[in-house]
């Protein structure tokens, strides 16, 4: 039967982990356990003979492609699959998956808990202001800001978003308003909610052209991925709008000289931790094994991304 080796640096919840091998059990797949590793190393060695992996944001690079010999399916526990070497997994035959919405409502949680802590001055005592009758703007409109949509509108946020690969009728579907170009949604938001995924046309894309043009007052939320965002442009943003915010699930790199000077308006959590829910590592979890027994004993390849 088919070794299924679960690499996770930053292990699933105690719950998932006894769902997902009930799962493997129950298709009495072989499983290795490789939690909370920090070397490197103990990857190689473990995906040595696996013939299938479920990761989360764990790198699969060519290198450990290389030193999985027998392998021939990673599902990301997950959505972002910007950690997997897609054209290394092609060449060498290995399909790649990923587990869409799996996870988004954790993550959409977070965004919207993130713009309430900022609104409210990190909870600091003084008087804030509140997120109803605001402009929330959503940049991509996948299933996680469709997860930010719907609680929005619950708080009474006006609600846009822009994503050229969606159509205006599932957004306004959605109760949302399209918005027409990228442009649009940095002059229109008091907060924007960042949902792209980092690709070569995304990374850096999020640039002074765009950060130039928020509202004195905008509120930046970033629960993608920090690579999308020109950091550059970020801190000039700081130094020239003065009630500029900034909150980002994983801290960027210019984090510690945004904290020493703009304190007060930028947050960022110490761990990558949008999907970071027992619901949410179960739901991905779960479907990522399922995924992996269906590849095997159907040949079920929906969710390749490669
Ligand atoms: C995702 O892409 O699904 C999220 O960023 C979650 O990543 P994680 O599993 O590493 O928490």
């Known amino acids: 039967m088919p070794k299924v080796l679960i690499a996770t640096e930053k292990a699933f919840a105690a719950e998932a982990v006894q769902l997902l091998k009930a799962e493997l059990n129950a298709a009495k797949y072989e499983q290795v356990w490789l939690e909370n590793y920090t070397d490197v190393n103990e990857l190689y060695a473990a995906v040595a003979d696996a013939e299938a992996i479920i990761i989360r944001s764990d790198i699969v690079d060519a290198k450990v492609l290389e030193a999985a010999k027998k392998l021939k399916i990673v599902v990301r526990a997950g959505a972002g699959y910007d950690n997997v070497d897609l054209p290394a997994a092609t060449a060498k035959g290995v399909v790649v998956m990923n587990t869409p919405g799996q996870n988004s409502n954790a993550v959409a949680e977070l965004a919207i808990g993130m713009m309430i802590y900022m609104a409210r001055g990190k ?16 940049y991509g409109f996948g299933f996680v800001a469709r997860y930010v949509a719907k609680i929005a509108r619950g708080i009474g946020m006006h ?27 940095f002059k229109t938001g008091d907060y924007i909610s960042l949902h792209i995924p980092a690709t070569a046309e995304t990374k850096k894309s999020i640039n002074w052209n765009l950060l130039g043009l928020v509202k004195d007052t905008c509120t930046i939320v970033n629960t993608a991925r920090k690579e999308v965002i020109d950091e550059e442009a970020l801190l000039r943003a700081f130094a020239e709008k003065k009630k500029f915010r900034f909150v980002s699930d994983v801290e960027p790199g210019c984090a510690a000289e945004m904290m020493e000077k703009y304190g007060d308006r930028a ?13 949410a590592n179960v739901n991905a979890g779960v479907a990522a094994a399922k995924q992996i027994i269906a590849f095997f004993e159907k040949g079920d390849k929906t969710y ?3």
């Open 123 to 138: 909870f600091n005592g003084k008087s804030g202001s509140e997120l109803a009758g605001k402009n929330l703007v959503l």
């Open 159 to 185: 609600i846009y978003a822009y994503d050229p690969f969606i159509s205006n009728e599932i957004m306004t579907k959605d109760g949302v308003t399209p918005l027409c170009s990228v442009e649009d949604i």
């Open 267 to 279: 947050y960022f959590t110490p761990k990558k931790m949008g999907a970071q829910t027992e619901e």
């Open 304 to 306: 390749k991304v490669n």
